[in-house]
């Protein structure tokens, strides 16, 4: 770990990339988390990068990425850009020696995830991957009843999601999350990639896994429609299916064990249910106003040397297999 980082009484982030995501889910945490400091911004629209440092109070901002990852007064890099441009940004924040948050996925295939590890582990650099479910309290909650065996052995866990064609996909316009070029598995890469990060948090490793997509609507070239099965190194198998073009909206998942299950949304707000031999419990756990604010201070902690952060380099490679193998490579 970089001492002058760990020891520093504020760690001063810049954020290449401030795009929609940074806005209120997760660049504001980066302000509202003890021992951290947004300093710089970097955008390559000059003019909307000055803007959004205005507005969130950020002293720099930058239109060159180059500038900002080695201004002497930036500890720490986020790196919150479209998936295919990781990997490039990425080797210079780790040629710089700085610790890295990366927007997930953490590249749009696993060898360029891959790329991405090593260049951080070889210099024992620290690396999280924006995977911030593992950190939010509703599935801490959820790891919890499965830890103290609320549903005993587990067996189980399935996994549908669908939504309707947007406007914008009905469109023709560009989008970048339904181009293959940048991700295969359009919203799959986008969405799905959250929940099977969260799984294997919650149950281990996914060991074994196979699947099949489609394109079945033709509005863009990424696929539309996937399913997939697999198996957790614990022997838990798994099923899931995601499709984009659907007339409602659902997002269902179900981990059934020997003596109950558990259900639970991964993007909506709703209760979370244990059902069980004592009856049903329902749990309603908001999320925070900056939904990747635990995930941030998770990440002060593990700088820190408190506590090893829930989603790292590590964990982000294997999601990144997984995600491959599902979509054939």
Same mark, same amino acid.
């Given at each position: ?7 520093? #009484?504020?760690?001063?982030?810049? =954020? ?28 390559? +629209? ?16 930058? %239109?060159?990425? +180059?500038?900002?990852?080695? @201004?002497?007064?930036? @500890? ?6 479209? #998936? ?7 080797? $210079? ?11 997930? #996925?953490?590249?749009?295939?696993? &060898? ?13 650099? #620290?690396?999280? =991957? ?31 999601? %669908? ?5 914008? +996909? ?8 339904? @181009?293959?070029?940048?991700? $295969?598995?359009?919203?799959?890469? @986008? ?14 490793? =996914?060991? $074994? ?23 957790? &190194? ?17 997002? =269902? ?9 558990? &259900? ?13 031999? $004592? ?40 999601? %990144?297999?997984?995600? &491959? ?5």
């Amino acid at each position: 770990m970089d001492a002058t980082v760990a020891t520093s #009484p504020n760690v001063r982030w810049g =954020i290449i990339g401030c795009g929609n995501v940074t806005e209120v889910k997760s660049g504001p945490a980066y302000q509202k988390v003890v021992g951290f400091e947004l300093k710089a911004v970097m955008r390559r +629209d000059a003019e909307k990068c000055a803007d959004y440092a205005k507005r969130h109070g950020v002293h720099k901002h930058y %239109s060159n990425a +180059d500038e900002l990852i080695n @201004d002497p007064e930036i @500890d720490a890099i986020y790196i919150a850009t479209p #998936p295919d441009s990781h990997l490039y940004y990425a080797l $210079k924040v780790a040629a710089a020696g700085k610790p890295c948050c990366i927007e997930k #996925p953490m590249a749009p295939t696993y &060898e360029e995830s891959l790329f991405i590890y090593n260049a951080f582990s070889e210099q024992n650099i #620290p690396l999280f =991957i924006a995977y911030y479910r593992r950190s939010l309290p509703r599935f801490e909650q959820i790891k919890k009843w499965i830890d103290e065996n609320e549903i005993g052995t587990v067996r189980h866990i399935s996994w549908h999601l %669908s939504k309707s064609a947007s406007p914008l +996909d009905q469109s023709g316009e560009y989008n970048w999350r339904t @181009d293959a070029i940048v991700a $295969k598995g359009g919203y799959f890469d @986008d969405l799905a990639s959250h929940g099977i990060d969260l799984f294997e948090y919650l149950l281990g490793n =996914i060991e $074994k896994v196979t699947g099949f997509n489609t394109n079945q609507q033709g509005l863009y070239t990424s696929k539309d429609a996937i399913v997939a099965s697999w198996i957790h &190194e614990s022997g838990i198998t798994g099923i899931g299916s995601w499709n984009f073009g659907c007339a409602t909206r659902e997002d =269902i998942v179900q981990i059934r064990g020997s003596k109950g299950k558990i &259900e639970f949304a991964i993007f909506e707000e709703e209760p979370i249910i244990l059902t069980n031999e $004592k009856g049903k419990t329902e749990q309603f756990i908001n999320h925070p106003e900056n939904v990747q604010f635990y995930h941030v201070q998770n990440m002060r902690e593990h700088l820190l040397g408190n506590a090893i952060h829930p989603s790292t380099g590590k964990s982000g490679l294997h999601t %990144s297999w997984v995600l &491959e193998q599902i979509l054939g490579g």
